[in-house]
């Protein structure tokens, strides 16, 4: 049984616009470069294309959105320690209100504007008085002093070690 090859490459050349074998005198230099190959788009590419498309904009629409959420919880954190800090400058403030409404104080402070009561005598010293000496009887300015003495402290440790010399 004859196959007639001529009859199948007009069929190829016809099918595919060129021929699959060069003819035997054209292979040693070939005068038109060979044409690459060429990428077809099928509907399975094409699905798969705009498959892809999509799960990129989900992951943009989605990372936006965690974005957001993060930024929200950054600033209810702040809201909390600014209302933290909102509470305790208000419990001062109650304090201070409570002692300034305190007969005590109120006395106390106008004893500095000499408005004590009829029993109290005030005074005030005088503002070019000298001040009281270090060593005034009753003073806080009086110190014990504390005898140091500069050792190194190898020394220290020797003289832990073995005793004093």
Known sequence: MLVDTSAAKSYDSVMYGRDLELPLDDLSAPSQPLPGPTISFTRRR?????????????????????????????????????????????????????????PAFVSQMARGYLLGTSREIPFTLDPNAPALPANAPGSIGIKPEVVTQTLSPLDSWLQILFGSQ
């Open 46 to 102: 094409l699905a798969l294309l705009l498959a892809g498309l999509f799960a990129l904009w989900l992951v943009g629409v989605f990372a936006r959105q965690v974005g957001e959420a993060a930024s929200a919880a950054s600033q209810a954190d702040q809201m909390r320690a600014r209302n933290a800090a909102i509470e305790r400058d208000v419990a001062s403030l109650e304090k201070e209100l409570a002692l300034i409404k305190d």
